[in-house]
């Protein structure tokens, strides 16, 4: 928004009221008409948007961790790297995983045999069902100890849950792992979403599926949508998170820094066509059409809503303004109004 040094608001406000009440110039009445469009100075009622500040990141984003400790064996992949679902990312050796696994699978197959074994004497009436079900018992329980030392061992290769790029490495080959500790960190190369923190007293006028203004740091802006708003807020930052869906094409890259506009409170603005306004200097105006005539008026501008400037100071709801005032238009001058 622009906003005038407090030194010039008598003077705009003085030079305003002269030119809204001064007499007309007889040089300016003696002129042929000008032609003109004009445009009313539309009232509505607006939302007061607040600033806030996000960061754009992919919507599927991991901090792979280890599961098993043990040293980091070998690490093939590299910062920026991009993988594919289910590739290898990192291998960790544990000798004691490897160990548990052929125990158990030793004991696996022992019980198999065993019961295999009772299987046919019972067949031929030299055991007892009773013995068979203990038996088939215990190779069942072999099994499962055998599928849970597998599944330990899996956890010594950490594979991509998706396909993505390589953001962090937190740790090198022949590292030590631990149960717990980030490994990796991997980012999705989809859809980008924008991540921020609403203040809990603007939390209230937001809700899933409403669209926000979001400006870049280059300047482009664009709308994002409310995918997610948490139903809590933050104790320390009095916040509530937001996760924004962004469209495909959107100005942005991963890691920036954007602003978000939250609506809040509405209040009555009043608007006119931005081309209705020019600036002499430091100093903004307008012509108004008062009685057949040119009025020229000073004003101060705000924002600006769908093209339109918002008018501060210096104008009235409903009246007609010069749009595109022509070159040489002057106060006082009479005026044509184009149809």
């Not at 406000?13 to 007499?23: I, V, W, Y």
């Not at 594919?84 to 000798?95: E, M, V």
């Not at 996760?243 to 820094?257: E, N, T, Y």
């Not at 100071?313 to 010069?322: D, F, I, N, P, R």
């Amino acid at each position: 928004m622009k906003f005038p040094s407090l030194v010039l608001l008598p003077a705009l406000a003085l030079a305003a009221g002269c030119s809204r009440h001064g007499p007309e110039p007889a040089a300016a009445a003696a002129l042929p008409p000008a032609r003109v469009s004009l445009a009313a100075v539309a009232a509505i009622d607006a939302p007061v948007l607040t600033e806030v500040t996000g960061t754009v990141r992919p919507a599927q984003r991991a901090q792979l961790a280890a599961q098993v400790m043990g040293t980091i064996a070998d690490l093939p992949v590299a910062l920026g790297q991009r993988v594919a679902a289910g590739d290898r990312l990192l291998k960790i050796s544990a000798a004691e995983i490897d160990a548990r696994v052929a125990q158990a699978r030793a004991q696996a197959n022992v019980a198999q045999r065993d019961l295999a074994r009772e299987r046919d004497l019972l067949a031929k009436g030299a055991s007892t069902a009773d013995l068979v079900r203990s038996l088939e018992d215990r190779a069942a329980g072999a099994n499962a100890m055998l599928r849970e030392a597998e599944t330990m061992l899996g956890y010594t290769e950490l594979r991509a849950p998706f396909a993505g790029t390589v953001v962090r490495k937190f740790v090198n080959a022949g590292d030590l792992a631990a149960p717990g500790h980030p490994l990796l960190e991997l980012e999705g190369t989809g859809d980008l979403q924008i991540e921020t923190g609403i203040p809990d007293s603007l939390a209230g006028s937001v809700k899933v599926g409403d669209d926000l203004l979001v400006q870049a740091e280059a300047g482009a802006s664009f709308p994002a949508r409310v995918a997610e708003l948490s139903s809590a807020a933050d104790s320390f930052a009095r916040t509530v998170t937001a996760k924004l869906a962004i469209a495909a094409d959107a100005p942005v890259r991963s890691g920036q820094f954007v602003r978000v506009h939250v609506p809040s409170d509405r209040v009555r603005v009043l608007l006119v066509p931005a081309e209705a306004v020019s600036a002499a200097g430091q100093l903004e105006r307008v012509f108004v059409a008062a009685n057949g005539r040119a009025e020229l008026r000073l004003v101060k501008t705000g924002g600006t809503h769908d093209g339109r400037t918002e008018i501060l100071a210096g104008l009235a709801a409903g009246e007609s303004v010069v749009v595109r005032a022509p070159a040489g238009l002057r106060e006082g001058q009479p005026l044509e109004v184009s149809r």
